[in-house]
């Protein structure tokens, strides 16, 4: 264990790698994102990504952890929402720029509470994945429904 410290502040041992800046990955990055958009990154919007990921991707909970962890690293290294939004813009289908609204949505409202900053930062988001105003309300609408349904 001590070694693994002293490996943080010895710039000669290798970093882990980011993981691919695939369209699973960038969703994930924008899951990140939303979540800390209002400065609290709480462990019910963990959990939902995490939930949200195994759903997606068919994963196990603890690969959709791991995902989870390498997509919090990949938010880090991209600083810009454009470049994220971009892979998916690039490697999906409208329909499934949709679909990621939806887990976008699902993100904001995890912990039970919807802040200005997350919804703007997805209306952001949606926009530029090309979702207009009007379906992404659309999709929030439908989200927030299910919720009452025991989502």
């Known amino acids: 264990m001590f ?22 990955y960038a969703l994930g990055a924008l899951m990140v994102r939303t979540a800390m958009a209002d400065k609290a990154y709480l462990f019910q919007e963990v959990e939902e990504i995490d939930r949200v990921l195994a759903k997606m991707y068919n994963l196990k909970p603890i690969e959709a952890a791991k995902m989870r962890a390498q997509c919090e690293r990949l938010e880090h290294a991209l600083p810009k929402t454009a470049d994220l939004a971009a892979i998916l813009t690039d490697n999906i289908s409208q329909e499934k720029r949709e679909m990621a609204v939806a887990a976008l949505w699902d993100v904001v409202y995890a912990d039970g509470n919807r802040h200005a900053k ?34």
Do not use: N
């Open 118 to 151: 997350e919804d703007m930062l997805l209306g952001e988001i949606a926009g530029l994945l090309g979702v207009d105003e009007d379906t992404c309300e659309r999709i929030r609408d439908q989200e927030l429904a299910s919720r009452g349904k025991g989502h």
């Open 3 to 24: 070694e693994r410290i002293l490996a943080l502040f010895d710039r000669t041992v290798p970093q882990t790698p980011l993981p691919p800046a695939d369209a699973k």
